[in-house]
């Protein structure tokens, strides 16, 4: 590929360049909550899938939707107990 102009090609190497910066930002927080949930898990024997589950539903906020959801699938599976 080409750029049309040294201006083009500068812009697309600053970006490339931020690009890396967060993805470096972002691979020590993940491994910072591996840590985290490591930590958890051998201290309190929580399985890990239910402290990464916990924890995102604690980011986004979502525990009422997922009471919701989780009660819709509790009386559709409850419909099965009776047939």
Request: no cysteine; glycine share 2%.
């Given at each position: 590929?080409?750029?049309?102009?040294d201006d083009d090609k500068v812009a697309?190497?600053?970006?490339?360049?931020?690009?890396?910066?967060?993805?470096?930002?972002?691979?020590?927080?993940?491994?910072?909550?591996?840590?985290?949930?490591?930590?958890?898990?051998?201290?309190?024997?929580?399985?890990?899938?239910?402290?990464?589950?916990?924890?995102?539903?604690?980011?986004?906020?979502?525990?009422?939707?997922?009471?919701?959801?989780?009660?819709?699938?509790?009386?559709l599976y409850n419909t099965l107990k009776t047939n």
């Amino acid at each position: 590929m080409q750029f049309k102009n040294d201006d083009d090609k500068v812009a697309f190497y600053n970006a490339i360049k931020e690009i890396d910066e967060q993805l470096d930002i972002i691979d020590s927080a993940k491994e910072q909550m591996k840590n985290i949930i490591d930590s958890i898990n051998n201290a309190l024997d929580l399985p890990k899938p239910h402290i990464r589950k916990v924890a995102r539903l604690y980011h986004k906020r979502a525990g009422a939707e997922f009471e919701a959801e989780t009660d819709e699938i509790k009386q559709l599976y409850n419909t099965l107990k009776t047939n």
